[in-house]
């Protein structure tokens, strides 16, 4: 199958982040947060075309990122303490490439298809359960103000103006 396919039978949307997305599961149970009540964990289909980039965002919560096909998907961090980080989620293994990885809480990333003309299709489950209201865009100026050691990344990966 191509992306067009997989988009049209899994029934995916157009994510604010990049990409596309459907939420697969919402789990009844809940937990308490600082940010009040969530659901104990959430979990989407997420497809990433080479074309497109997910921009750098951040989450609340830890990100289980798993593989599922295509080809590898670059996930690009800055973490808490400033520092930029990359793994490549795939199924080489022999190179490097992870069939899972957990993005943790309050690290800004996002994910680029490094491959032309293809996609990746990954699964990824946060927990405490994803809610927008946890979830944070990051525009360019904003973080190279902040980090501007990894101007590169920022400008490929972040938005333009909020």
Same mark, same amino acid.
């Given at each position: ?8 039978? &899994? ?7 990049? !990409?596309? #997305? =459907? $939420? ?48 590898? &998907? ?7 303490? !400033?520092? #930029? =980080? $990359? ?59 902040? #980090? ?15």
């Amino acid at each position: 199958m191509n992306s067009k396919d997989l988009i049209d039978h &899994l029934g995916l949307i157009p994510h604010p982040e990049g !990409g596309f #997305y =459907k $939420q697969t599961y919402h789990s009844t149970l809940g937990t308490n947060t600082p940010r009040g009540q969530r659901s104990l964990y959430t979990s989407i289909y997420f497809l990433l075309r080479s074309e497109d980039v997910s921009h750098f965002h951040r989450l609340q919560s830890d990100e289980l990122w798993y593989y599922h096909g295509g080809s590898t &998907l670059t996930v690009h961090m800055i973490t808490p303490e !400033g520092e #930029y =980080k $990359q793994i490549k989620l795939g199924l080489n293994v022999a190179r490097g490439e992870v069939p899972q990885f957990v993005v943790p809480r309050y690290t800004i990333f996002g994910s680029s298809v490094d491959e032309e003309d293809t996609f990746s299709f990954v699964g990824c489950m946060v927990s405490p359960g994803f809610d927008f209201k946890d979830f944070e865009l990051f525009d360019k100026q904003e973080l190279l103000d902040k #980090y501007p050691e990894h101007r590169d990344v920022i400008e490929r990966l972040a938005i333009e103006g909020k």
